[in-house]
């Protein structure tokens, strides 16, 4: 065998060498990358399902937050008219308060002016009060005698 074959076949072995060492590079990388794949997919799905569970509790924390906001408003709404309702109230209330001259004998009161006037007018200006006249027994014995003792007639034989 010649120099150059020799130098050929040392070349060509070389060349096989580099090509087993080129495909054992490339399987290495092939697997290198199919793991870095799986990796990245396992890591992308985990990402995914935290996503949608956070999602859902967010969702949900935010369903709370509209039916709390609901029921402020709402809660809100009704103090508003309780508020509204006591102010009315309030300006419809009339209070009687103080030292009321009164005569000892006809019971009329003396008001702000000095005039004296009827107890049922002066309340009736002073209070939202409404008056029913009726008469006690005391003075229906004392007015009306008769009329006094036919109802004390009657009302013990209802007995």
């Known amino acids: 065998m010649s120099n150059s074959d020799s130098e050929l076949r040392q070349r060509i072995l070389e060349l096989e060498t ?20 799986s990796k990245y997919l396992d890591i992308y799905f985990n990402l ?19 039916c709390e906001i609901e029921e402020r ?21 009339k209070v009687l308060s103080g030292f009321l001259p009164i005569c000892a004998s006809c019971k ?16 009736s200006r ?5 008056f029913s006249h009726g008469i006690c027994p005391d003075c229906s014995k004392k007015l009306y005698p008769e009329v006094h003792e036919e109802l004390q007639r009657r009302a013990k034989t209802k007995e």
């Open 18 to 37: 580099q090509v087993r060492h080129l495909g054992n590079e490339l399987r290495l990388t092939r697997e290198e990358y199919e793991e870095a794949t």
């Open 48 to 66: 995914e399902k935290k996503i949608s569970e956070r999602t859902r509790e967010l969702d949900a924390a935010n369903g709370k937050l509209l």
């Open 73 to 93: 408003k709402r809660t809100e709404a009704e103090k508003e008219q309780l508020i509204a309702q006591l102010q009315k109230a309030m300006q419809e209330v």
């Open 108 to 123: 009329k009161i003396r008001d702000d002016t000095g005039y004296w006037r009827q107890i049922e007018e002066y309340i």
């Open 126 to 130: 002073h209070s939202n009060a409404l």
